[in-house]
C-alpha cells in the first residue's frame, strides 16, 4: 500500500446510503444511481459497495463508471469457518473477478459469524485456512478482513486470532474504528493500542462517528479520536471509507449531500488527503 497522500483516496461505502434511500421512500437497491449521485453532489469520487455476486460487481460498476465514480474495493461477506465455505469461496472469487474489470483492488471480506454462539477454536482455524485461500485465489486483488463489533468480544478473540493465523502478505486489514471502538467497552485507548499494533496491516478504514454512543450523521469530532487515529495512520495512506450509518437518535438535520460534504470535508483535514 503506497503511503503517498497524493493518491490516498476517498470514497463512500453504500450501507448509509441504503438506509438514507429507505428513508427517502426508495427501494434499494434499485436506489443506487440515485445514491451515486447525491455523493458525487458532495464532491465524493470513489464508491464501496456491498455486493452478493459477480452479476452485483458488473451492475454496480457499470453504474459507477457511467458517473466517474471510481470503484477501489467492494465489501463482501460469507460463512468461512464450516458447512457453506466452499460455495462462500468460489462466488466471492467470481465476485473478485468483475470487480477487477471496473479496477477494484481490495476486496473487503467480513467472515460472518456462528449462528449460535461463539466459533470453536476448530472452526476459527478453519476460517484462517480459508481467508489466505481466498487471498492467493483472488490475487492480485487484495483481500482485507474486516471485523464487526461481535468479532471484538472476549478482548477480541476473534478478531485477534485472525490476525495471528494469516500470513500479513496474503491478508491486509480493513479497520472500522467504530466496531473496536464498541467492542473494547467503548475505550479509546483500545481503539488507539489496536492501531499501534496492526498498523502494517492497514491498508483501509471505514469512518464512523458517534456522540453519546449513538451514531452521528457525520464523519467528524465526537466519541472517537479520530485526529489521533489519523497521526497514527499518517504513514500508511490507507483507502478512507466514509461509512454513514443510521440508529435510534442519529440526528437528521442534514440532507445526504450536506451530511457527506461535511463528512468528506473533516476527513480531508484530519488524514491530510488532497481533493479529488
Known amino acids: 500500500m503506497t503511503s503517498d497522500p497524493a493518491l490516498q483516496v476517498i470514497a463512500t ?12 421512500g426508495r427501494d434499494w437497491p434499485d436506489a443506487t444511481g440515485w445514491a451515486m449521485d447525491q455523493a458525487v453532489a458532495a464532491g465524493i469520487g470513489a464508491w464501496e459497495p456491498s455486493l452478493k455476486g459477480a452479476e452485483d460487481a458488473r451492475r454496480i460498476g457499470t453504474l459507477a463508471a457511467e458517473r466517474r465514480l471510481a470503484m477501489p474495493s467492494v465489501f463482501v461477506a460469507g460463512p468461512l469457518h464450516g458447512d457453506g465455505a466452499e460455495a462462500a469461496l468460489d462466488r466471492i472469487v467470481e465476485t473478485a473477478r468483475a470487480a477487477k474489470d471496473f479496477d477494484c483492488r481490495m476486496v473487503m471480506i ?22 489466505e485461500l481466498l487471498a492467493r485465489r483472488i490475487a492480485p486483488v487484495a483481500l ?31 479497520l472500522d ?3 473496536v471502538w464498541r467492542g473494547g467497552k ?7 493500542g489496536t492501531a499501534h499494533r496492526h498498523l502494517d496491516r492497514i491498508d483501509a478504514v471505514h469512518l464512523r462517528q458517534s456522540q453519546g454512543g449513538i451514531w452521528d450523521e457525520t464523519v467528524g469530532p465526537g466519541d472517537l479520536p479520530l485526529e489521533a487515529l489519523a497521526d497514527i ?7 478512507l471509507v466514509i461509512e454513514h450509518a443510521y440508529e435510534a437518535g442519529t440526528p437528521e438535520d442534514l440532507d445526504a449531500v450536506e451530511a457527506h460534504r ?14 479529488q
Do not use: I
Open 233 to 239: 495512520l499518517a504513514p500508511r495512506a490507507p483507502l
Open 186 to 192: 467503548r475505550s479509546a485507548d483500545a481503539l488507539l
Open 13 to 24: 461505502q453504500d450501507y448509509g446510503w441504503s438506509q438514507l434511500a429507505v428513508r427517502a
Open 144 to 174: 482485507l478482513y474486516h471485523a464487526e463489533e461481535a468479532e471484538m468480544a472476549e478482548d477480541g478473540r476473534e478478531f485477534e486470532h485472525v490476525l495471528a493465523t494469516t500470513d500479513p502478505a496474503l491478508l491486509r486489514l480493513c
Open 177 to 179: 474504528p467504530d466496531s
Open 262 to 275: 461535511r463528512s468528506l470535508s473533516f476527513v480531508r483535514a484530519a488524514f491530510g488527503t488532497r481533493p
Open 110 to 131: 467480513y467472515p460472518e459469524p456462528a449462528r449460535v454462539g461463539r466459533k470453536s477454536d476448530a472452526e476459527l482455524a478453519a476460517q484462517a485456512r480459508n481467508l
